[in-house]
T-cell receptor, first 111, second 117 residues
Framework: RKEVEQDPGPFNVPEGATVAFNCTYSNSASQSFFWYRQDCRKEPKLLMSVYSSGNEDGRFTAQLNRASQYISLLIRDSKLSDSATYLCVVNNPGNTGKLIFGQGTTLQVKP | DAGVIQSPRHEVTEMGQEVTLRCKPISGHNSLFWYRQTMMRGLELLIYFNNNVPIDDSGMPEDRFSAKMPNASFSTLKIQPSEPRDSAVYFC???????????????FGDGTRLSIL
């Protein structure tokens, strides 16, 4: 089983749609969670951290379910500029500083 | 604020040549990471340093790859001799790692696009 698993997609949605991505992680001792965004031919960039109580940043909402070991990202009112690959990231508890990146979920927002 | 700086941005060279990639982490960050990304394998961690000391190099593909961090503001990843299968985008990232508490996010450089002919 992969340490971090994501549905690679692609998710093709119209502008204005709401879309959700899920991600599962294998190590129940993980404590830090992030969503990164990667545009084509660019570097991964931090989108948001994921907190235990869930957190929101504008149109983006992240949720953590420790019991089921999954993380979700919800994007409301999607824009063309949201088209990118979204990477789920989890810390490796056995290695300080090390993060495990999922393979990413590709989102394509169409006009 | 300056982010992670990598050089060169692009490198095209013939197989067998030595390739050296360079990275300057964000000032004040004490952890530095080298990743490789390909379509087939995604983002792979090659090696990471904490306080200039290599902590985990289990991702380094083979002896042809080596990495150094002589000081807190500079690191190199070297491939010698290079092979066509080394063609990929190589990213450097840095973060502020604490002994306790949640992990801090990593910040990536623009990457080096490496093509070995």
């Amino acid at each position: 089983r992969k340490e971090v698993e994501q549905d690679p997609g692609p998710f093709n949605v119209p502008e204005g749609a709401t879309v959700a991505f899920n991600c599962t992680y294998s190590n129940s001792a993980s404590q830090s969670f992030f969503w990164y965004r990667q545009d084509c031919r660019k570097e991964p960039k931090l989108l948001m951290s994921v907190y235990s109580s869930g957190n929101e940043d504008g149109r983006f909402t992240a949720q953590l379910n420790r019991a089921s070991q999954y993380i979700s990202l919800l994007i409301r009112d999607s824009k063309l500029s949201d088209s990118a690959t979204y990477l789920c990231v989890v810390n490796n508890p056995g290695n300080t500083g090390k993060l495990i990146f999922g393979q990413g979920t590709t989102l394509q927002v169409k006009p | 604020d300056a982010g992670v700086i990598q050089s060169p941005r692009h490198e095209v060279t013939e197989m067998g040549q030595e390739v050296t990639l360079r990275c300057k982490p964000i000032s004040g960050h004490n952890s530095l990471f080298w990743y490789r990304q390909t379509m087939m394998r995604g983002l792979e961690l090659l090696i990471y340093f904490n306080n200039n000391v290599p902590i985990d190099d289990s991702g380094m593909p083979e002896d042809r790859f080596s990495a150094k961090m002589p000081n807190a503001s500079f690191s190199t990843l070297k491939i010698q001799p290079s092979e066509p299968r080394d063609s990929a985008v190589y990213f450097c990232a840095s973060s502020q790692t604490r002994d306790r508490g949640p992990n801090q996010p990593q910040h990536f450089g623009d990457g080096t696009r490496l093509s070995i002919l």
